[in-house]
């Protein structure tokens, strides 16, 4: 027999069959529920979708209690050891990791794509000079849609791959040029004999030497840094890169906005609050009485705790190995040993553990692109890089899914009940 919830209704003494799918019943099941009077039948009242599912999705899996992260069934921790970036967004659009044919197709493909019209360059030149990197590339990719209009046709699927191959191949180059932009130097074009994460440092930090070679332990970091922020299911920007794909706007349109929600202080840019609070603390001397104060109420220890993860964020353990690489090459962060402290205290602390605060995704990765000179400005758009490949697994998922129409959520209305219009002159 198939699960059902059975639910009573008090106030009729009827009662109802609804059917448990999958851990979730469905919203509009619950419809024939009357809520009162020739009303439209109950509704789920969920602010912050803390507890809705919008979506079947077969790209992405977490356990937040058990810290698990999965992409299409591939432990992050295998990927982010074995992997690159280009493999895992071959994996994460298409669902299978790729033959050595299909991967040396697709890095020609991407590599074929890196260059940008000319005519990007004057639309950066209208920015201010100390214009945000993140702000010039979210526009950007916005523009994009003027620039390849035959990106409407979002139910052709060649059409669809080459926005694909455009979007991953375009992004880096994208925000190597804001970075250039926002601290006054020449536009680099892209060296196509790199990597994927060797012509990024490229084309940032390139400077009158004939060929740029990548520091090799630097390139490889970034790489397993791209991996690792590759996707995360529903989030607050994949989810907006759905909603406004369903409303079939271009992919560059939907991106943009994506790219929005992740500019915000709540989502992209903790890491950057982490570095923040390890400059204010400033020894480790200090780190006890940062760590009362926090438990006092006063601020958070950032880069701690998760909606999901209830336990330690399997990327933030990786991100540590990888901390520990770069710091040989750089140097050590001087704020690595604050961190080190807070993260010592924080895990055997009675506060901590019993709200199941563990270190995120953000707690070091500030201090390993600190210690590779990226500026913090630069971190929002370090995140947008490899996330676009989840964005636009999510949004051809969305689009292909026969069950998926224009997003509209309800609201419960609490303005003023119906009144008549008084004319200017007669209202006091
Ligand atoms: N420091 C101190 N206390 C904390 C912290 C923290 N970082 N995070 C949560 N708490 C406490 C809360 O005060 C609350 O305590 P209470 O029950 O006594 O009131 C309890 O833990 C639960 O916290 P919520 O805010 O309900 O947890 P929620 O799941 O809504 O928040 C969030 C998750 C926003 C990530 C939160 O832990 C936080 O603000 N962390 C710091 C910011 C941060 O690192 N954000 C990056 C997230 S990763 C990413 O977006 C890529």
Redesign the pocket.
Known sequence: MADTLTLTDNRTGKTYEIPITDGTIRATDLKQIKAGGDDQGLATYDPAFMNTAACRSRITFIDGDKGILEYRGYPIEQLAEHSTYLETAYLIIFGELPSTTQLQQWTREITFHTMLHENIKKLMEAFQYDAHPMGVFLSTVGAFSTFYPDAKKIFDEKSRMKQIHRLIAKVPTIAAYAYRHSIGRPYVYPDNDLSFTGNFLNMLFKMTELKYQPNAVLERALDVLFILHADHEQNCSTSTMRVIGSSHADPYSAMAGAAAALYGPL?GG?NE?VLRMLNEIGSVANVPAFIKR?KGGDG????????VYKSYDPRAKIIKQTADEVFEVTGKNPLLEIALELERIALQDEYFVT?K?YP???FYSGLIYQAMSFPVEMFPVLFAIPRTCGWIAQWEEMLLDQEQKIARPKQIYTGATKRQYTVLSARK
Do not use: E, K, P, S
């Open positions: 989502h903790a609050a926090v958070r220890l950032m880069g701690f705790g998760h909606r709200r605060l995120n995704v953000d």
